[in-house]
């Protein structure tokens, strides 16, 4: 069984940055989709960024686009969410979530479609 332990929050300045890192432990990440979402409280959990088996990218929102790099390193069992130009909006929840890749496939865009997630790791933005 996978399991996804994420590591990397905090409390952040707006404008700063931050590096998610999302771990799996049990079996080998290579053969895994993986993403990340994020939740605000009382807010529907929304997806931000995947990482394809393949090394193809879907960014899901445009509120992250040019700001938020995904990325993953197998070797290490990990996939990472490089986040910049930090802004309060961004505070949230994060959460790293993984599928079983299929071959010729991209990412899927729903929560429905990862079987294994994370416990979540806050970000904060303040001033």
């Known amino acids: 069984q996978l399991r996804l332990v994420e590591s990397g929050g905090g409390l952040v300045q707006p404008g700063g940055s931050a590096r998610l890192s999302c771990v799996s432990f049990?079996?080998?990440?290579?053969?895994?989709?993986v993403a990340w979402f994020r939740q605000v409280a009382g807010k529907e959990r929304e997806g931000v960024s995947c990482?394809?088996?393949?090394?193809?990218?879907?960014t899901f929102g445009d509120s992250v686009k040019g700001r938020f790099t995904i990325s993953r390193d197998d070797r290490k069992n990990t996939v990472y969410l490089q986040m910049n130009s930090l802004k309060p909006e961004d505070a949230a929840v994060y959460y790293c979530?993984?599928?079983?890749?299929?071959?010729?496939?991209?990412?899927?865009?729903?929560?429905?479609?990862?079987?294994?997630w994370g416990q979540g790791t806050q970000v904060t933005v303040f001033s």
């Open positions: 049990g079996l080998v990440l290579d053969y895994y989709d």
């Open positions: 979530a993984a599928r079983r890749a299929r071959p010729s496939e991209t990412c899927p865009r729903g929560e429905g479609d990862f079987a294994s």
């Open positions: 990482i394809a088996r393949s090394g193809h990218i879907t």
